[in-house]
């Protein structure tokens, strides 16, 4: 029996120690608190480490991890492991997504009671020995609008909650298929109707660059005046300066946060100072139950893992054996680099994809390159909860429909993934290849273009007329932009031709540039997208 050595660096709980140390070819040691350089000095030892979100697991340390072939995250965030320095090492990173669904959904839904009654305030106010109650009218949730934005897992369990109380709900998730959710009690909107006719909104959604400052000065003014808002999802998709303006101006009658953009808020932070404002210390998953159960889960998925059984969610790869992995891998990054560009370049609801392989990817089987381009259309829609195992549950989930085939066409190149997917009423087609082991999309839509899908990437369509190019570099320039490639493509002929141009950039474009760009004439589109 070959022994295991097993690091435990964050306190995990005793039901996950027991079921570690049951296992007999493991060795585990629990060592809560280490400094950076103490865990450098040491992970050299050890063929797996959990963690909770206090030990940073930086490319420094992996690279020290000589032995490391498993990261074990309690939780759903895996923002303190460098997954690109893992997965360069071919290390597998889990997480454990499902543990905390119900303690999350049972928090937003306490907020929203506590935010509705002003439970918090009329708290303090007895404990001052006074005794106004008229201060604190509130109102019932019965016979209420409640407008839930993401309707993945937690989202729906507030919303079984939200209908036991007889709310009215209103769901806007632009990226759901509105035939997988047909026996829900909820009617799917657009974010002004939403905004203009809820009571009560919460946020269940990643932070992604759609998302972010969601609710912003501008949307505040399509709100319900009086509305109060949850959210125990991300902070950073409401723009807190605004709603301190809102909450101020009576426009917002209440919110109750749990997480925040900067954490912890800084200590002069404009909601703090407001009555109408109560707030939790990110707690969503600070439960007895939703703790063991990651800290469980998290365990067994370590154990299965080092035993070469099954792997279950794995953010950064598929179970594959090695010399498999090995040859599959650049066209598992292109896998994932395509599916990711469809929620970023393209609007509506994916309800089919199709993908087709053509060359080198057919030598393997190809279920696993399907996983990827899922996880990638996924991800940014619902974040940290979608892996290599959870990707194909939560495409049926939302009815996407999926389907894979091979192809002896060469079409334009001899090896290539070839995805076309149904979003909203029409199909998108992206096409992409390797050159010399390195990820290329070479086709959008009718476009055969050159893009290398890494960091930020700026997408322009327009009109094809001279002087595009230069007034978008002299735009990108005037604000420091730095381009670090440029690629060009065109379709058609004369007055019927259009352009696209994507271009590499050193970091995010902030929104004024983007705003300048789409301003200019022949612009058709602009997205910025990461990759």
């Known amino acids: 029996m070959t022994m295991m050595k097993v690091l435990v660096s964050d306190s995990l709980g005793q039901g996950g120690m027991d079921v570690l140390r049951r296992e007999k070819n493991l060795k585990v040691d629990e060592k809560v608190g280490l400094k950076p350089e103490e865990l450098k000095a040491i992970i050299g030892d050890y063929d797996a480490i959990l963690v909770r979100s206090a030990t940073k697991v930086t490319k420094e340390i992996i690279e020290a991890g000589k032995k490391l072939r498993v990261i074990g995250r309690a939780g759903v965030g895996v923002d303190n492991v460098d997954l690109e320095a893992a997965t ?57 609008t409640l407008g839930i934005v993401g309707f993945g897992r937690i989202g729906r369990e507030v919303a079984k909650r939200a209908n036991a109380f007889n709310m009215k709900i209103m769901v806007f998730d632009p990226f759901i298929s509105k035939e997988s959710v047909k026996e829900w009690p909820v009617e799917f909107v657009d974010v002004p109707t939403l905004l203009g006719n809820s009571d009560f909104l919460t946020f269940h959604t990643p932070l992604t660059a759609e998302t972010r400052n969601l609710l912003n000065r501008e949307t505040f003014k399509l709100c319900k005046k009086g509305m109060r808002i949850v959210n125990c999802a991300r902070g950073g998709i409401v723009d807190e300066t605004a709603l301190a303006e809102a909450l101020r101006s009576g426009q917002i009658a209440g919110a109750a946060f749990d997480v925040f953009s900067s954490e912890p808020p800084p200590a002069d932070h404009p909601l703090l100072k407001l009555p109408q404002f109560i707030c939790t210390p990110h707690l969503g998953a600070v439960t007895n139950e939703a703790q063991e159960n990651v800290a469980l889960d998290v365990a067994v998925q370590v154990i299965d893992a080092l035993n070469d059984r099954a792997i279950k969610n794995a953010v950064n790869m598929p179970n594959l054996d090695p010399d498999t992995l090995k040859g599959l891998k650049p066209w598992l990054v292109l896998a994932e680099k395509i599916g990711s560009l469809y929620p970023q370049l393209f609007d509506g609801s994916i309800k089919k994809v199709e993908v087709r392989y053509g060359g080198d990817p057919t030598r393997f089987k190809t279920a696993p390159l399907t996983v990827a381009i899922l996880k990638g259309i996924l991800t940014p829609i619902c974040g940290d909860t979608v892996n290599f195992v959870s990707a194909p549950n939560i495409a049926k989930e939302r009815g996407i429909n999926v389907s894979e085939g091979t192809s002896d066409a060469t079409i334009d190149f001899s090896s290539f993934i070839d995805v076309e997917v149904l979003q909203g009423k029409e199909k998108y087609r992206i096409m992409g290849t390797l050159f010399n082991k390195e990820p290329r999309i070479v086709k959008i839509n009718d476009v055969l273009i050159d893009v290398v899908p890494e960091g930020w990437v700026l997408f322009i369509r327009n009109e094809d007329l001279p002087g595009v190019v230069g007034s978008i570099g002299t735009i990108l320039g005037k604000n420091g932009v730095n381009i670090a490639e440029m690629s060009l493509g065109r379709v058609g002929k004369g007055k019927k031709a259009f352009a696209m141009t994507a271009i590499n950039i050193d970091s995010e474009v902030p929104a004024k540039v983007v705003a300048q760009i789409k301003k200019a004439k022949p612009v058709i589109d602009v997205r910025v997208v990461k990759l």
């Open 88 to 144: 360069h090492r071919g290390i597998i990173v889990m997480n454990t997504p499902e543990g905390n669904t119900i303690s999350t959904a049972e928090l937003s839904f306490s907020m929203l009671m506590a935010v509705a009654r002003n439970l918090p305030q009329a708290d303090a106010h007895v404990k001052k020995g006074e005794w106004k109650r008229n201060k604190f009218k509130g109102s019932e949730l019965n016979g209420k």
